[in-house]
């Protein structure tokens, strides 16, 4: 990169380091959109194991599972059976 003489400035943009920046929050969107989907399919499987009885209370599934009870019982009230 060329610098200004005296002002020690910056006269082209630095993309290399836009580049990785932009890169490396693709990265973390993409890993934190992979994150909740784990998270939801675990939830999923908690609840379905739930009502088929594998589990006799939500606490146990969600334990099983690695979900949050509390959230897992809020969406057993939202589901049909």
């Not at 290399?16 to 490396?24: E, K, L, P, R, T």
Request: contains cysteine.
């Amino acid at each position: 990169n060329v610098l200004y003489h005296r002002a020690g400035h910056i006269t082209e943009p630095v993309k290399i380091c836009q580049d990785q920046h932009n890169s490396a929050l693709h990265s973390m969107s993409q890993q934190h959109h992979d994150l909740l989907l784990q998270h939801k399919g675990r939830l999923q499987l908690a609840l379905q194991a739930y009502n088929t009885r594998q589990f006799q209370s939500h606490w146990a599934a969600a334990a099983a599972f690695n979900v949050n009870q509390r959230r897992l019982s809020e969406r057993a009230s939202n589901t049909p059976f």
